[in-house]
C-alpha cells in the first residue's frame, strides 16, 4: 500500500507539471533520437561495405592507385579511377589458377550524376537478385550479348530518382561524377533492364556493356542522328578503346588474395588491394567519426540531464509545504525523498524509452527518403554498441542525480524551512 | 484512546537565526505539564511562534534544548523513523489551509497516514467513507483536493483526524477560512474527540472558541502561562 501511494504521488507530480516534464522528455528523446540515427546510420554504412568486399575480395587496377582509389572507384562508384588497363589484362588475370572468376569494369560517363560503368553480362549475373523490370526480348543471362551494346541495365534506387522504365533512352554526360567539365554526349543508352534493390552503392549505378564505353572514345558518339558531332575526349582517367580502369577479382580462398595482392602491387604494372582490408581501414575512420559523435551526444545527455536535475530541485521549492505536510502526517523522510529519486529516475527511462522508440520509429519513417536522397541503406530498428552505451550511461547518471535530489531532501527539514519562511 | 497519560514540556527553548546572523528567540525555558485528555490553548499574534511551538511539540522541529514527553518518551530524543511512527500513530492535524495532499483522492487523503506508517485495519475502505459521512463529505470520496473548497479540505481533515482517532490533535487556526456552517462543524468534532479523551492543542482567533475552557493557556507573545 505504501508503495502504490508512493508511486501515485510520483505519477501526479509528473502529470502536473506536463511542460516540464514533457521539456525535459522530449531533450532526452532527442539526443536518443540522434544516437539511434548515428548507430543505425553507421551500420547501414558499414554493412554495405562489408557486403561489397566480401563479393569481391580483390580489385586490380593501374599502376600507382591507392588502396582506396581502387575500392572506391570500383565498388562504391564515388571515386575518378587512377588510370586505365589494356583489357587483355583481364584474361590474363582469369587464367590464373588462384583466380575464380574476374570481371572487368570501365568507368566512363555518367547520367544526372549517377555513374554508368561499363562491364560484361557475367558481372551483373554476378550482383544481380533478379530484376524488377526488362525487356522481354533480352537474354537475362547475357544482358550484353549480340546487339545490345547499347543496352543500359539501371540501378533500383536511380531508376525511381530519375524515374526511368524499359525502353527509356538517355545520353550520358562524359566526365565522371562530380566533374566541373563534365559535358553531354551524344550517344544514346536505351534501358534493357532495372536490377531489384542491391541495397549497395549498386543500387545507384547504371552499367552498360564495355563494347558501348570503347565506342563513345573510339568514335565520340554513337548515334547516327549525332554524326556531325564529332568529339574525341581526352580523359586520360577513363577507358579507351579497349581499355578498362579496373578488374574485380574473386579468388579461390583468402591465401591466394593475400598473394595476388603482392604480386600485383609489386610488378610496377599493376596495384592491387585485399577489398576486405581498405574497406575495415575506411571503417575505423567511420568508427572514430561515430565515436565522437557518440562522445557529444553522451555530453549533450549529461547537460540535458542536470537541466532535469535542476527543474526538479527548483520545483521542490514549489511543493515544500505539500512535502512538509507529508512529513506533519507522519510519511517518513525516505518515502518523501524516494518520491523525488523516483521522479527523476522516471523522466530519465522515460526519455530513454521514448527516445529510442521514436528515434527508431523516426528512421524507419525516413528511411525510403533517406535511401532515395542520400543513398544509405540503414537498418532503422538495429540497437548499436553506441546506443546501448549511451542507456547505460544514462541510467547510471539518472541514478547518480535522482540520488543526489533525494539526498538533498532527505536532509532537509522541510517543516523547520517553511517555519523560518 | 489515550496511549500516554500527561505531556511533559520541561525546559523547552527554541530560537531561529535571522538573515542578518542574529538569534530570533521564539519560546525560551517553556515548562508545563499537560493530563492526557486536556485543552491546551495556544494565544499570541501571528508570527508569535504558536505553529513553531506545535511543530516541537510533535517533533517536527528540534528544540534548541529541552524535552517534550509523551508518557515515559521523550519525542525530541527519537529517531527520525520512530517519530514518523509517532506522529502517524497518534496525533491528528488541522490546518487553517494546506490539509489535504494534492496527489491523492479524498478517501485517500483520509487514511494515507496511516496506510504510510503501515497501520491500516481491513476495513479501512468503510471506517474511511464513515468518517467522511460524518462531516458530510461521503459525496465527495472520490473527488480530488483540488475539485473542493476550502471549507470542504477543512471537513475532510476532520474526517482524517477521526478516522485515525488519535489520542492528541493539534488545530492550527482551524476555522480560520471557513463560514459560520463548517466552523460550527468542526468545532462541534473537536469537542466531541476531547470529551472522549483526546488531548487537544488549540491556536484560533476565532471567537467560536471562546467558551472553550483550556486547562493550560499559553500566551507565546507574552511567555504567560496559565
Known amino acids: ?421 | 484512546m489515550a496511549a500516554f497519560e500527561r505531556i511533559s514540556i520541561k525546559n523547552l527553548t527554541k530560537s531561529f537565526r535571522n538573515a542578518d546572523g542574529g538569534k530570533n528567540t521564539i519560546f525560551e525555558n517553556v515548562t508545563f505539564e499537560l493530563n492526557s485528555g486536556a485543552v491546551l490553548r495556544l494565544s499570541g499574534a501571528s508570527g508569535s511562534g504558536k505553529t513553531t511551538f506545535m511543530n516541537v511539540m510533535s517533533g517536527l522541529i528540534k528544540p534548541d534544548s529541552g524535552s517534550v514527553l509523551f508518557g515515559n518518551i521523550d519525542i525530541t530524543n527519537l529517531s527520525e523513523g520512530k517519530k514518523d511512527r509517532f506522529r502517524a500513530e497518534n496525533i491528528g492535524y488541522i490546518f487553517q489551509t494546506f490539509n489535504l495532499l494534492s496527489p491523492f483522492s479524498v478517501l485517500e487523503n483520509v487514511y494515507a497516514p496511516l496506510a504510510f506508517a503501515g497501520k491500516l485495519t481491513k476495513d479501512y475502505k468503510d471506517k474511511a467513507l464513515d468518517s467522511l459521512d460524518k462531516v458530510g463529505m461521503k459525496e465527495f470520496s472520490a473527488k480530488m483536493p483540488y475539485h473542493l473548497s476550502v471549507g470542504q479540505k477543512q471537513r475532510v481533515a476532520v474526517a482524517r483526524v477521526l478516522f485515525a482517532d488519535p489520542p492528541l490533535v493539534f488545530a492550527d487556526e482551524p476555522t480560520a477560512s471557513l463560514d459560520r456552517n463548517s466552523s460550527e462543524l468542526v468545532k462541534n468534532t473537536l469537542l466531541e474527540l476531547n470529551k472522549k479523551g483526546t488531548t487537544l492543542v488549540l491556536t484560533s482567533h476565532d471567537s467560536i472558541f471562546d467558551d472553550i475552557r483550556p486547562d493550560v493557556d499559553f500566551n507565546l507573545e507574552t511567555g504567560v502561562l496559565s
Not at chain 1, 504521488?9 to 507539471?17: E, G, K, N, T, W
Not at chain 1, 530519465?348 to 528515434?359: C, E, K, T
Request: charged fraction near 20%; aromatic fraction near 12%; glycine fraction near 8%.
Open chain 1, 1 to 421: 500500500m505504501k508503495y502504490i501511494f508512493i508511486l501515485k504521488a510520483v505519477l501526479h507530480s509528473i502529470s502536473h507539471r506536463k511542460f516540464s516534464v514533457f521539456t525535459s522528455i522530449f531533450a532526452i528523446s532527442a539526443a536518443f533520437a540522434f544516437l539511434a540515427a548515428i548507430g543505425c546510420v553507421s551500420f547501414g554504412l558499414a554493412a554495405t561495405a562489408v557486403n561489397s568486399s566480401l563479393a569481391f575480395p580483390l580489385v586490380v587496377g593501374p599502376a600507382g592507385a591507392s588502396d582506396t582509389t581502387l575500392v572506391m572507384s570500383t565498388l562504391f562508384n564515388t571515386d575518378k579511377p587512377a588510370g586505365t588497363l589494356d583489357y587483355e589484362f583481364a584474361g590474363k588475370l582469369a587464367s590464373d589458377e588462384r583466380v575464380s572468376a574476374v570481371f572487368p569494369v570501365a568507368r566512363s560517363d555518367s547520367y544526372m550524376g549517377v555513374p554508368i560503368t561499363g562491364v560484361e553480362s557475367a558481372y551483373i549475373n554476378e550482383i544481380s537478385k533478379g530484376f524488377w523490370d526488362i525487356d522481354p526480348m533480352i537474354d537475362a543471362k547475357d544482358i550484353f550479348g549480340g546487339k545490345n551494346s547499347d543496352c543500359a541495365v539501371i540501378g533500383a534506387k536511380a531508376a525511381m530518382r530519375y524515374d526511368m522504365s524499359v525502353w527509356d533512352t538517355f545520353f550520358g554526360s562524359h566526365g565522371s561524377v562530380g566533374d566541373e567539365d563534365a559535358h553531354l554526349h551524344d550517344f544514346k543508352y536505351k534501358v534493357c533492364a532495372i536490377l531489384k534493390p542491391l541495397n549497395g552503392p549498386e543500387d545507384f549505378a547504371i552499367f552498360t556493356s564495355l563494347k558501348s564505353v570503347w565506342e563513345i572514345h573510339k568514335h565520340g558518339h554513337h548515334d547516327a542522328e549525332h554524326e556531325e558531332h564529332k568529339h574525341h575526349h581526352e580523359h586520360g582517367e577513363e577507358s579507351a578503346d579497349g581499355k578498362i580502369t579496373a578488374v574485380l577479382v574473386k579468388t579461390k580462398n583468402p591465401v591466394f588474395t593475400a598473394a595476388l595482392e603482392r604480386e600485383y602491387s609489386e610488378n610496377g604494372f599493376t596495384s592491387a588491394t585485399d577489398t576486405g582490408r581498405t574497406v575495415r581501414k575506411l571503417m575505423s575512420y567511420m568508427n572514430k567519426a561515430e565515436e565522437a559523435a557518440g562522445f557529444f551526444s553522451y555530453g549533450t545527455l549529461f547537460l540535458v540531464l542536470i537541466m532535469v536535475f535542476v527543474t526538479i530541485m527548483t520545483s521542490i521549492n514549489e511543493r515544500k509545504r505539500e512535502m512538509a505536510l507529508m512529513r506533519t502526517l507522519g510519511i517518513g523522510k525516505l518515502p518523501v525523498s524516494l518520491m523525488i529519486f523516483l521522479e527523476l529516475f522516471f523522466i530519465s527511462v522515460l526519455g530513454i524509452a521514448v527516445g529510442n522508440i521514436g528515434g527508431h520509429a523516426l528512421l524507419a519513417f525516413c528511411k525510403p527518403a533517406l535511401d532515395f536522397e542520400l543513398g544509405i541503406n540503414l537498418e532503422p530498428f538495429f540497437f548499436t554498441g553506441i546506443e546501448i552505451r549511451g542507456m547505460l550511461y544514462t541510467i547510471i547518471a539518472g541514478i547518480f542525480l535522482s540520488f543526489a535530489a533525494m539526498i538533498k531532501i532527505y536532509r532537509m527539514n522541510l517543516v523547520e524551512e517553511i517555519a523560518k519562511e
